[in-house]
């Protein structure tokens, strides 16, 4: 197929990309380069056909001449700022590249004959789930509490009014809709990796204070309503959420409409996850204790009973060193990421 990879030098996106090249499929990756690293196409280019195209999504036109120039069959829809700290900062920033960029998107699609729509949503649509609906499954009510959450959620809705509206005058659009747990680790041949700038990932800050560039890790919130009082994520290797892509690009027919969680089920703690980048690494990784962030969920992790009958998708990687280490293996190998 030919596919369409926004944010395609971001971390989600370039490991979409690595395995769509490797499928044998024609990859277009549309970037701004506002967080991606360009780096990452000299990586691919000897992978298969990939062009890079650097632009901003929010510019319908050029982004349609792209689509018909590549001829274009799905999109993969990556491109977003994705902290939810930096979203209670800087909202309009947020309902800038997240949503009205993907508003352009839409329009470039809808342009260019494009009826295909992987999108990057986020399980931080669901907010603060009340306890009965945790573990989270897609039907939990969506609340959410931060404006990356929000922002997320209005692709959605625009994703549903447009698909309906289509369907009322017999058109084709067809889309799935992933919502992500959080995402880590790294391709495991060490190719590519995560490298954020600024960094606010638990992971990647873990592995840090572990090669010494930073002298310790803030726990952020040490009295939520949890077993150790620390806030619980449902971690997924980016390899089992690539997988789930592909999955989804390769079931998805006309008409259709899905929404999948992508998590594997089952949920750690911070101060777990800091554990396992300790016995990982085998470095001792400093811990100071502070507040709670503002926008952060206590509890967060899957119910995978859908993805995994409808999809038939599961987590292949469910154990959190494993998850570690791939990430790991990248940094020491880049300890300054992509330079
Ligand atoms: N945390 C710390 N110290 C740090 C960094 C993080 O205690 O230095 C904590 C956070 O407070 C949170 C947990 O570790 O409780 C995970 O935080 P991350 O920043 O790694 O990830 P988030 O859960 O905030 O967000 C991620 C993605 C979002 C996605 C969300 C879904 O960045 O895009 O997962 O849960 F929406």
Redesign the pocket.
């Known amino acids: 197929m030919n596919v369409l990879v926004t944010g395609g030098c971001g971390y989600i996106g370039s490991h979409a990309a690595l395995r769509l090249l490797e499928d044998g499929h024609a990859v277009t990756v549309v970037d701004d380069l506002t967080r991606g690293h360009k780096q990452v196409i000299e990586i691919l280019k000897p992978l298969g056909d990939v062009r890079f195209v650097q632009d901003d999504l929010g510019r319908g036109d050029p982004i349609a001449h792209v689509m018909r120039q590549r001829s274009i069959d799905l999109v993969m829809h990556f491109g977003a700022l ?4 930096e979203s209670v900062e800087q909202p309009l920033r947020y309902y800038r590249k997240n949503t009205a960029s993907s508003l352009g998107l839409l329009e470039a699609m809808e342009e260019a004959g494009v009826s295909k729509i992987v999108f990057s949503s ?3 649509t669901y907010g603060k789930p009340p306890k009965r609906y945790v573990p989270i499954p897609e039907s939990c009510p969506q609340k959410p509490i931060n404006p ?2 929000r922002s ?1 959620l209005m692709v959605e809705q625009m994703l549903l009014d447009h698909a309906h509206a289509k369907k009322q005058r017999d058109e084709t659009f067809a889309c799935t809709m992933l919502r ?5 680790g790294s391709d495991r041949k060490g190719r590519i990796g995560e490298d954020h700038d600024p960094e ?7 592995l840090e204070v572990a090669l010494g560039q930073r002298p310790h ?5 040490t009295d939520y309503d949890t077993e150790d009082g ?5 971690y997924v290797h980016v390899e089992d959420l690539i997988d789930a892509h592909i999955e989804a690009m390769q079931q998805l027919d006309a008409n259709e409409l899905h929404t999948f969680n992508v998590g594997i089920g089952r949920g750690y703690s ?1 101060r777990e ?1 800091i554990d396992a980048a300790a016995t990982v690494t085998g470095k001792k990784i400093k811990v100071i204790e ?1 507040d ?2 503002p ?4 509890t ?1 992790f899957n119910n995978p009973k859908r993805i995994n009958s409808e999809l038939g998708w599961e987590a292949k990687i469910a154990d959190l060193e494993t998850i570690i280490d791939s990430a790991w293996q990248w940094r020491k190998q880049n300890p300054h990421g992509y330079g």
């Not at 994705?82 to 700290?85: L, P, Q, T």
């Open positions: 994705a902290y939810v700290g986020t399980c931080a990356y959450g997320k992500y747990f959080n995402v880590a606010t990932h638990l992971i990647p800050i873990a890790i803030t726990i952020f919130g620390t806030c619980i994520r449902d911070v996850v502070g709670r962030r926008g952060d969920p206590p967060l």
